[in-house]
């Protein structure tokens, strides 16, 4: 039984940030390995939305994962479990709880990197409270939730995604998350680029809410023509890129390029909306011919 003990003692070396980011890494494989299966099973697995309206299942595998579909409306339990789980974890520093005090231990003890600022550990938790509440109110108030299917792949994926990101904004900041229990007079050293990420979520925060509320003024299903979407095939993935590029920025320790973290988080979040983007861009082709979407971007301007 040598091998349990040799991957206990290896398990002890990785940290929670370490989890997090083979979470993103893992994600993104998975999705990356449905684009490469046969079309029919590739929809039935990651397609979601209207891209799936009419579609018809030929093989008994594809109509057996059309069986386990939920619908697309479910994405409001993404946003209800994020914003249960900001609260948590905010209730856990203010109590100073036992789960966040294991988590932030252990990864103070394995991570070698240094730790963001608690400044910034404010911010990208208020920064991620933010997000998971508009998005909350969108789903109860602004979206107007067609009949369209999502697969559950889909669903669980975005729920541990959700779990993952909760704690991926703060996790690099457990040395500063301790060193605030113990020191009585907490003092801020903010790095300068923090005002930068700020502005850079809130100009997508802003613009992602302004996109939502145009495709829930559309007729169901129309062009998106205006705004973002006037250049940009899904806008409202644009700004989500860009705004959790700003939680990124945000949450950069003081002396790194990035928060490696969050970057990874950035990078599933990339592939997974760049997948469902190209899909978006050539169902659009099919409804309202390609000469109309041909010449606009996919999801990021000047890139794809
Ligand atoms: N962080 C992540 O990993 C992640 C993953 C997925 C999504 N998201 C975010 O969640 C938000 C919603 O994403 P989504 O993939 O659900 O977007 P979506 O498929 O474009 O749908 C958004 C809403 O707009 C409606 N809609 C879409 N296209 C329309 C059209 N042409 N005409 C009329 N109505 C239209 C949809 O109706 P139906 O309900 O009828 O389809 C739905 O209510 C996005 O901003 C995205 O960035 C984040």
Same mark, same amino acid.
């Given at each position: 039984?040598?091998?349990?003990?040799?991957?206990?003692?290896?398990?002890?070396?990785?940290?929670?940030?370490?989890?997090?980011?083979?979470?993103?890494?893992?994600?993104?494989?998975?999705?990356?390995?449905?684009?490469?299966?046969?079309?029919?099973?590739?929809?039935?697995?990651?397609?979601?939305?209207?891209?799936?309206? =009419?579609?018809?299942?030929?093989?008994?595998?594809?109509?057996?994962?059309?069986?386990?579909?939920?619908?697309?409306?479910?994405?409001?339990?993404?946003?209800?479990?994020?914003?249960?789980?900001?609260?948590? @974890?905010?209730?856990?520093?203010?109590?100073?709880?036992?789960?966040?005090?294991?988590?932030?231990?252990?990864?103070?003890? /394995?991570?070698?990197?240094? +730790?963001?600022?608690? +400044?910034? /550990?404010?911010?990208?938790?208020?920064?991620?409270?933010?997000?998971?509440?508009?998005?909350?109110?969108?789903?109860?108030? /602004?979206?107007?939730?067609?009949? +369209?299917?999502?697969?559950?792949?889909?669903?669980?994926?975005?729920?541990?995604?959700?779990?993952?990101?909760?704690? +991926?904004?703060? $996790?690099?900041?457990?040395?500063?998350?301790?060193?605030? @229990?113990?020191?009585?007079?907490?003092?801020?050293?903010?790095?300068?680029?923090?005002?930068?990420?700020?502005?850079?979520?809130?100009?997508?925060?802003?613009?992602?809410?302004?996109?939502?509320?145009?495709?829930?003024?559309?007729?169901?299903?129309?062009?998106?023509?205006?705004?973002?979407?006037?250049?940009? $095939?899904?806008?409202?993935?644009?700004?989500?890129?860009?705004?959790?590029?700003?939680?990124?920025?945000?949450?950069?320790?003081?002396?790194?390029?990035?928060? =490696?973290? /969050?970057?990874?988080?950035?990078?599933?979040?990339?592939? =997974?909306?760049?997948?469902?983007?190209?899909?978006?861009?050539?169902?659009?082709?099919?409804?309202?011919?390609?000469?109309? $979407?041909?010449?606009? @971007?996919?999801?990021?301007?000047?890139?794809?």
């Amino acid at each position: 039984m040598d091998w349990i003990q040799e991957l206990a003692k290896a398990l002890r070396d990785v940290s929670p940030s370490q989890i997090c980011q083979a979470f993103y890494v893992f994600a993104s494989i998975t999705i990356i390995t449905i684009q490469t299966l046969p079309t029919t099973y590739r929809q039935a697995l990651m397609d979601y939305g209207a891209r799936l309206q =009419n579609k018809s299942r030929q093989s008994l595998l594809a109509r057996f994962l059309d069986c386990l579909q939920v619908p697309h409306s479910w994405f409001l339990h993404f946003y209800i479990l994020s914003v249960s789980l900001s609260a948590f @974890w905010g209730w856990q520093y203010v109590t100073r709880g036992a789960v966040l005090r294991e988590i932030a231990s252990a990864q103070v003890a /394995v991570a070698k990197t240094p +730790s963001m600022d608690i +400044s910034q /550990v404010y911010v990208a938790w208020a920064l991620m409270a933010l997000q998971g509440t508009r998005r909350l109110y969108e789903s109860l108030f /602004v979206t107007r939730s067609g009949s +369209s299917p999502m697969s559950s792949l889909h669903w669980l994926l975005g729920l541990l995604y959700y779990a993952s990101m909760s704690i +991926s904004v703060w $996790v690099e900041g457990s040395g500063a998350i301790i060193n605030s @229990w113990e020191d009585e007079h907490i003092i801020f050293h903010p790095p300068k680029r923090l005002p930068l990420g700020v502005a850079l979520f809130t100009a997508g925060w802003l613009k992602q809410y302004e996109c939502h509320k145009y495709l829930s003024s559309l007729k169901k299903y129309t062009l998106p023509e205006q705004g973002w979407f006037k250049h940009i $095939v899904c806008a409202h993935y644009s700004s989500e890129c860009l705004l959790y590029f700003g939680l990124c920025v945000s949450a950069t320790p003081s002396g790194k390029l990035f928060n =490696n973290t /969050v970057l990874l988080g950035l990078l599933f979040i990339a592939i =997974n909306l760049g997948t469902t983007a190209k899909g978006t861009k050539e169902w659009y082709a099919q409804k309202f011919g390609a000469e109309k $979407v041909d010449p606009k @971007w996919r999801m990021i301007p000047f890139v794809w």
